[in-house]
């Protein structure tokens, strides 16, 4: 029997520097060419000559690597998504990003190492592999949070995970999935799992609102479009208080309103709004888009204002195969030993990593790295967001101990 604990145990000072490495020089959706390059030169080092750099429209971003190309038998993909945010990061780490407004805050540094760890201890164990590890280098994850790059092409407004499976051949012949994400508020080295619906699909809409400005002291002469977005704002939380089945989860949050004026006396002529909203069914989160825009339009025409309304469906939710989950918990439990395992809640975050998932069975699971006395123990896209370096071993442990169990086991799944 491989012991896969030791074998990330052997390979944690890599796994370690690697993280610094990303953590240092984080770079943002589809433009992770350092990072790239690092990850092939990483691979190419260890042994693998099926290397891949690029995706459609990003030709020197993201990595595909093959373990056994062409091999007869099962494929699995692993997958670990490379992006970073636009935060400044708030840390003293002696590796804190040297990117000014860009960070790691959400771990895909800590993706990143832990699946060229699995690289590098599966690699010596090709021969004994009945199938192929397929290991994706993911960019463009956080898409959404990147707006700020005017020179990528409009194909790059989609997730990294949707270009890739619908836009390349990197699922073809791919019979499950498999990633890990970390979690600051989740005790450190515990894998964490949820067969079924995990996390949310998600929902953005931007809407202005245009009425009449003018002076604050003769708002009869004005037709005022923030009374008319502080109306069309309160209507639109009753969808969910009052139109959604309480026993279906779903949020709806105004993250940003923005007008033209900056003082008190003055009636400004528009008013831009951003909302989100995100639930466990796609089916609902399009009647929340229908009704928020039937709201924001009825409302408007009461108002005398005039609305422009555009929403956008973001990633499908996260359900993770239960028969693969067990499959994999049982290989993980194997790996790292039961107490090291855990079973938790469903999250409404979301996850690109759900495209996958709309091809073949598959799951996502948390790791935790939070760890108070080391201060760790962050929530996710905070700006003093680290992860614990001595968990990252049973990352590494737990994503090669699933590819191997699923390759060589004959469990029928999906």
């Known amino acids: 029997m491989i012991n896969f604990k030791t074998l990330a145990q052997e390979v ?12 240092a020089d984080p770079e943002l959706s589809f433009h992770e060419v350092n990072t790239s390059r690092k990850i092939a030169e990483a691979l190419r080092k260890i042994g693998y000559t099926n290397v891949r ?57 800590s993706h990143m190492a832990m699946l060229l760890g699995a690289a590098k201890i599966l ?26 790059c005017p020179s990528l092409s409009d194909a790059c407004s989609k997730p990294g995970a949707r270009i890739l499976v619908e836009e390349d051949d990197v699922m073809d012949g791919v019979d499950a999935v498999f990633g890990i994400h970390v979690w600051g508020t989740l005790p450190s080295g515990v894998i964490h799992y ?30 005022d479009p923030v009374v008319a977005a502080c109306q069309i704002i309160s209507a639109w ?22 007008v033209d004026s900056k003082t008190y006396n003055v009636i400004p002529e528009r008013v831009s709004v951003i909302a989100g909203a995100r639930t466990y069914d796609e089916t609902v989160r399009e009647y929340i888009k229908q009704r928020m825009q039937e709201i924001a339009e009825r409302v408007a025409k009461g108002m005398r204002v005039k609305i422009s309304f ?31 395992v855990a079973c938790t809640k ?12 709309k091809i073949v069975p598959g799951a996502l699971m948390f790791l935790g790295v939070g760890n108070e006395e080391k201060h760790t123990n962050f929530a996710q896209h905070h700006p003093q967001f680290n992860s614990d370096d001595e968990a990252l071993p049973n990352g590494t442990a737990s994503l090669a101990a699933v590819a191997y169990g699923f390759i060589n086991q004959s469990v029928d799944i999906g």
């Open 12 to 23: 944690k000072d890599d796994i370690v520097r690697w993280r610094h490495d990303f953590h």
């Open 53 to 109: 750099v690029g995706i459609p429209h990003c030709p020197e971003t993201g990595v595909v690597a093959d373990l056994n190309p062409g091999k007869p038998g099962r494929c699995i993909v692993l997958r670990a998504d490379m992006d970073a945010l636009p935060i400044q990061e708030e840390t003293s780490l002696p590796y804190t990003s040297q990117n000014h407004g860009v960070a790691h805050a959400c771990g895909h540094d």
């Open 123 to 148: 690699f010596p164990l090709r021969s004994q592999i009945n199938g192929n590890i397929r290991f994706i280098f993911q960019p463009g994850e956080e898409y959404l949070l990147s707006d700020m």
């Open 194 to 223: 949820v067969p079924g619906p995990f996390m949310t699909t998600n929902l953005i809409v931007n809407m202005e609102v245009t009425g009449v400005g003018g002076h604050g002291a003769m708002p009869h002469t004005c037709i």
């Open 237 to 258: 939380q009753t969808i969910i208080s009052r139109e959604i089945d309480p026993q279906e989860a779903a949020v709806l949050t105004v993250g940003s309103i923005n």
């Open 310 to 340: 555009t929403a956008s469906s973001g990633v499908p939710p996260v359900r993770n195969d239960e028969v693969f989950t067990m499959q994999a918990v049982q290989s993980i439990t194997e790996a790292i030993g039961a107490e090291h």
């Open 346 to 357: 469903p999250v409404a975050a979301s996850e690109d990593f759900s495209w996958y998932q």
